[in-house]
């Protein structure tokens, strides 16, 4: 008799490496069906999503005794699936002749507040204060600390202007866009930021690491950001590159000990101008 | 008055019928999750109190959408009459 010894798939990347393929692959699948089928199928598949990943959680609270980072990681898979359920499904609100799609902002500022909090982020980051993720990656200097702080709004602001300068020429004009709604989208994008940075990438960087985590973080903030702005204006390459350039960026810049302030300033100058450019134009 | 009248009458007032079929989608995953909580709770075993806990704070979002709704609701009600 042969017996052929495998090495054992011992630590947590061989462990989570099914699930995190289910993840994306359901994600995937949900978003293709918001593509294919419309928003409203769209929106019960993320919903599903939704309600399976609260009870994962529960279960794998149960199994682990409340222990480990499995729990934690399950209960943040969620945040995506929640996020783009309520961008397609809250309704927008009207403003004169205008309407805006941007009160999906208020539930998720209710999650941010709701779960970035132990036990779930054992030390949650501050918005001005240091972020935790990066304890360990690497401590910049004051003084390399103060340039990067003005750096990385500066940046996200010149690829908000590529984006904006990418905007299709075909784009319909937002007409008359009052002062309030563009402050409504660039709060709800503002958001969105706080929330990834402040509950997903601490959890991914505690099981993954910081790198791999700050990728995973920044992935998935690019796609919700994208999806999102794919509501109030035509997304092209144009858009889609800056828009994954600013996540790596403040993803980037949160690791290396960037307040998360500066980091949701840099997403709002970037959806600025997108939206102001939808405007002007 | 029949069930039918009544309801229609409730629809009408309400504007319901304007109401896209997408905005009810996260009040159904909320009634999902409120009725499973209310499930654990009534055959509360180990573990009931951190399930409780989970789906309490996985509801929160979806109500405050719910809220936002009826707000934006009623504000088309009395903003129209």
Known sequence: MVMYLQPPRSGVLAGLARPTFVFLAALIAAEAVVRIRGPFAGAACYALGFVVLVNVTFLAYRRFDGEGSRWRLAAVAGVPFLDRLLVLSVPPFRWGAYEVSALWGLPLLATAIAIGRPPLVPRPARLLGQPVAAARFGQPRPGTSRILAVQVPITALCLGVIAAVSLPSDTARIEGGPLIAVAAVVFAFCVQEWLYRLVIQPVAAEVWGERIGMLTTSALVAFASIAALSELVPIGPGVVVPAVAVSLLLGVSTTHGIPLAVTILGRGLFTLCVVLASIIR | ?81
């Open chain 2, 1 to 81: 008055m029949t069930g039918t009248t009544a309801l229609t009458i409730a629809l009408t007032t309400l504007s319901m019928r304007n109401l896209s079929p997408l905005y009810f989608v996260p009040l159904v995953a909320l009634l999902v999750l409120l009725l499973e909580r209310e499930l654990i709770r009534a055959f509360s075993g180990p573990g009931a109190r951190a399930a409780i806990w989970i789906l309490g704070v996985a509801t929160l979002p979806l109500l405050v959408a719910f809220a936002v709704l009826v707000a934006l609701r009623l504000n088309y009600i009395f903003g129209a009459s």
